[in-house]
């Protein structure tokens, strides 16, 4: 069983940042991919940075080059890193790994964190 936990969310003007962070415990082999998903009220969650095992990173247009995702194996957390925030950023962000929980997985698992709140003031 693999746990994620999350936090940095907070309260933040527009035009500030936000660095928010999710480690994971338990069994895990190999990680796959990490992901941030977010969100807002009376809307569907959506995608909003990835990076891979291989270190390639994809992001939604609508945070390009204002959100950087990374990761630090050793640590076996992701962080995702906000700048110039917007109102529209406001939502509840959750983080999401895709692991092999053992040597002898033959699929991946899908873990989310419990979320974190983001929200973003004008």
């Known amino acids: 069983q693999v746990q994620l936990v999350e936090s940095g969310g907070g309260l933040v003007q527009a035009g500030g940042s936000l660095t928010l962070s999710c480690a994971a415990s338990?069994?895990?082999?190999?990680?796959?991919?990490m992901g941030w998903y977010r969100q807002a009220p009376a809307k569907q969650r959506e995608l909003v940075a990835t990076i891979s095992r291989s270190g390639i990173r994809n992001y939604a247009d609508s945070v390009k080059g204002r959100f950087t995702v990374s990761r630090d194996n050793a640590k076996n957390t992701v962080s995702l890193q906000m700048n110039s925030l917007k109102p529209e950023d406001t939502a509840v962000y959750y983080c999401?790994?895709?692991?092999?929980?053992?040597?002898?997985?033959?699929?991946?698992?899908?873990?989310w964190g419990q979320g974190t709140q983001v929200t973003v003031s004008s």
């Open positions: 338990g069994s895990i082999f190999r990680v796959n991919a």
């Open positions: 999401n790994w895709r692991v092999l929980t053992t040597s002898q997985a033959p699929y991946e698992s899908v873990y």
